[in-house]
């Protein structure tokens, strides 16, 4: 029923907080941050706030805040009834009719993720954005699944308390973003600009979904003849990879892995380019073919032999490609421009993008 709970004091700190199942980002309470100031006194904030994805119950008791996030529809008055429960609990534990003065409050920093004091002779922020596709391409070249799962992951190394901002060119082809807790969650509705007070080191911003597959381009194209013959010995395995999308950039670091059938005995190949290996125990073919060079295309291909008198394999095996496209994003995400606000000095900033295979086959 309840998601998590937020401890806030009268100073608007959030001091405390609980989560039940995942974790909801600090910044769903800047909600009830914005009642609070319209509310004439403490006594006046609205006990129930709807917002577009959650509802906040809250009560206020010894100078504390009590805030339950919620997302479904529930009777408040049973949400009311545990927050005073719990309010209970901790004027017992504490002894104390005023928990909010007993609580400690020596923080490091008003910002609970970020110490006080960091100084840095050079001051620098990086941004990698690092996307994985997974695609199931059937044996006519056509699509028949494609996502692409997404992370930002930043190096803060800032002296201070800087306030940042992170704007894109396209950010609404992002779904089912999840936020570092640092992230303003409203401002990202609003404006859908990412603004922060950054933690201090290394950590991972948002992570996304881009679920349209309309919106997802398949960077590689497989041409592949494998067949196997009836009441044969041999067959043949004849494959070529090359890049589908004229995006600029070299696709790199590509390997094939074949789960070959059960009856195979061995194999007897030539590549154009790379090198293979097969282990005939597992019957696992692994090319490894590096980058691609438009120019020339790498091919596989050569015979394979079957255990004699063994049934033709009832299908064919799928290919599983690894790859690596530099500084290319496959969604079209870019980042726009980075904003700091709070101190004075121009801190020097970079953005890498990566591109990489996730669970990628192509059915043969």
Request: charge should be neutral; glycine fraction near 6%.
């Amino acid at each position: 029923m309840i998601h998590s709970l937020f401890l806030i004091n009268c100073s608007g700190d959030i001091f405390l907080e609980k989560h039940w199942k995942s974790v909801v980002s600090q910044s769903v309470c800047d909600y009830f941050f914005e009642a609070q100031e319209k509310a004439a006194d403490v006594e006046n904030v609205p006990p129930v706030i709807s917002t577009p994805h959650h509802y906040l119950i809250s009560i206020y008791r010894d100078k504390l805040f009590f805030v339950s996030v919620i997302q479904t529809e529930v009777p408040p008055l049973f949400v009311i009834e545990f927050l005073h429960r719990v309010a209970d609990t901790f004027q017992d534990y504490f002894g104390s009719s005023n928990v909010g003065d007993t609580l400690p409050t020596g923080q490091l920093s008003n910002i609970p993720w970020r110490r006080a004091g960091v100084k840095y002779t050079n001051n620098e922020a990086y941004f990698d954005v690092v996307e994985e596709i997974d695609a199931i391409i059937d044996k006519s070249g056509s699509t028949v699944f494609a996502e692409i799962q997404g992370v930002i992951d930043a190096c803060i190394k800032l002296s201070g308390m800087p306030d940042l901002s992170l704007s894109f060119m396209n950010p609404r082809l992002l779904d089912d973003v999840s936020f570092h807790p640092c992230i303003r969650f409203k401002r990202w509705e609003s404006e859908r600009v990412l603004s922060f007070i950054p933690p201090d080191g290394n950590f991972r911003l948002i992570s996304y979904r881009v679920s349209s597959q309309n919106l997802v381009a398949i960077p590689v194209y497989v041409k592949h003849s494998i067949c196997f013959k009836e009441n044969s010995s041999c067959g043949r395995f004849d494959i070529t990879i090359g890049p589908k999308q004229n995006m600029g950039k070299t696709i790199e670091g590509i390997t094939v892995t074949v789960h070959m059938p059960k009856v195979l005995l061995n194999m007897n190949l030539t590549p154009t380019q790379g090198s293979y290996t097969f282990d005939p125990v597992t019957k696992v073919l692994m090319w490894d073919v590096g980058k691609i060079t438009p120019q020339k295309l790498p091919n596989l291909k050569g015979l394979v032999n079957l255990q004699s008198g063994a049934p033709k394999p009832e299908e064919n095996p799928s290919l599983n490609i690894q790859f690596k496209i530099q500084q290319l994003a496959i969604s079209g995400l870019k980042v726009n421009r980075l904003d700091m606000y709070g101190e004075k000095y121009k801190p020097f900033k970079g953005v890498k993008y990566v591109t990489k295979a996730g669970k990628f086959q192509v059915r043969t």
